[in-house]
């Protein structure tokens, strides 16, 4: 048969395998990709109104500390993730308080407020933020991010707004 | 540019030869029964895929081993569909084995000089059938507990050994947390090395020796 430009039965058959194989490949293929990577397509992003402190107890110009947890449901598993930061006042007026988020913005450790330093600092990486967030020394491309949404309730606490993910 | 490429690697890898040795062998006219080998090779291959993919989120500890089945049934995008593969791919392979060795058997195909590719095949069968052993227990809902409880009592009964025998497949004297991490263990990485293996020496029996004749009436 060589030579012509017909199918020999050996090339059918290599042909016919290979579209066979194909297929079922892809059939079974492209699910087990979206399997593998489902967990990353899971919708995030549940909001709410987190409670950090009463206005009254936040001093001055000095940071108040406040932390929360979340729970996730992971898989099969509710996961608590903790999250936190400092509000930072700067009048008697609960809109001008500055609440800014002690996720550190180079490589996500925790940054703490060290009163000796006057700053925060990150364990991680020796960043260093002021009192304000911004960056003074450390490799942090931008400075602290701040929780911008807040409010306050009948009682004076002061509540933010939170959304996962 | 290709076969530029093609010629260089082929002439240090020699892939015209390999193809000539094992894919293009003279076979004497034989019949669809010769190709449950195959296919039962094609069948470990498939568990061996589908079974990697199902330990992206099965956990093999009592308190999560349940869960996380029924996340992958529920939970995860096509996770039926990969379980369901592995589940009744266990079935079929076992299946597929064994009539595979009965066509050998009535073939007569494990005569000289093949006595030590059956004998391989046997053991082919033992690890396929602790495949399916050791792969029951891992979903931990109650029917596998149970039949790992009988199927391990069973081996306690031999004279002598069996209370060693017990002890050492459970980790201990009853199931627990050690049992179902060793079956885990035994179900992913010892038995399907030793299968590989077997596969292999398996393999290259049947190309040392090529395949035997379909008997005729006179054999
Ligand atoms: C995981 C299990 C097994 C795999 C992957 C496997 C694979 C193969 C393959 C690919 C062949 C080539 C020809 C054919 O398919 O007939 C073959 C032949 C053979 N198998 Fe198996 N096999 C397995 C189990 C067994 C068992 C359980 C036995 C017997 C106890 C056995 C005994 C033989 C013998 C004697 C031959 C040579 C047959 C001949 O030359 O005609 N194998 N096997
Ligand atoms: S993570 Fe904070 S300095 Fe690197």
């Known amino acids: 048969m060589s030579g012509s430009h017909e199918l020999s039965r050996r090339d059918f058959i290599k042909v016919t395998t290979g579209i066979i194989g194909g297929l079922i490949g892809a059939v079974v293929g492209l699910p087990a990709v979206y399997y593998l990577i489902d967990p990353a397509l899971q919708a995030g992003g549940k909001e709410a109104w987190i409670p950090i402190g009463k206005f009254e107890d936040m001093q001055l110009d000095k940071p108040y500390s406040f932390s929360f947890t979340r729970v996730q449901v992971n898989g099969w598993e509710r996961t608590a993730s903790s999250f936190g930061g400092y509000a930072v006042r700067k009048s008697d007026k609960p809109e001008e308080l500055l609440i800014l988020n002690s996720r550190c913005t180079h490589l996500a450790c925790t940054v703490n407020w060290n009163e000796a330093a006057n700053g925060y600092l990150c364990p991680c990486h020796d960043a260093k933020f002021s009192k304000e967030g911004e960056v003074l020394d450390g490799p942090p491309p931008r400075p602290l991010d701040v929780y911008d949404e807040h409010r306050i309730t009948e009682d004076g606490i002061i509540e933010i707004f939170f959304k996962e993910g | ?219």
Do not use: C
């Open chain 2, 1 to 219: 540019m290709w076969n530029n490429i093609y010629n260089w690697l082929d002439e240090r890898v020699g892939f015209n030869d390999l193809y000539a040795n094992l894919l293009d062998r003279p076979e004497p006219k034989t019949s669809w029964w010769n190709t449950l080998g195959s296919a039962s090779m094609f069948l470990f291959v498939l568990q061996g895929l589908t079974g990697i993919f199902l330990t992206v989120y099965y956990t093999p500890s009592p308190d999560h081993a349940y869960d996380s089945v029924q996340y992958i049934m529920e939970g995860v995008a096509f996770g039926w569909l990969i379980r369901g593969i592995h589940h009744w791919g266990a079935t079929l392979m076992v299946l597929v084995v064994f009539i595979h060795m009965l066509r050998v058997f009535f073939t007569a195909s494990f005569k000289y000089p093949r006595e030590l590719t059956w004998l391989i095949g046997i053991g082919l069968l033992l690890t396929t059938l602790g495949m399916g052993f050791t792969g029951y227990l891992l979903p931990w809902n109650q029917k596998a507990f149970w039949a790992t409880t009988v199927g391990t009592q069973i081996a306690g009964t031999v004279p002598f050994i069996g209370e060693f025998t017990l002890k050492a497949l459970r980790g201990g004297p009853d199931l627990s947390a050690l049992t179902l991490q060793r079956f885990f263990s035994a179900h992913i990485w010892m038995i399907p090395g030793i299968l590989a293996a077997l596969i292999g020496v398996h393999l290259f029996l049947i190309m040392k020796h090529g395949e035997s004749h379909w008997p005729k009436k006179d054999d």
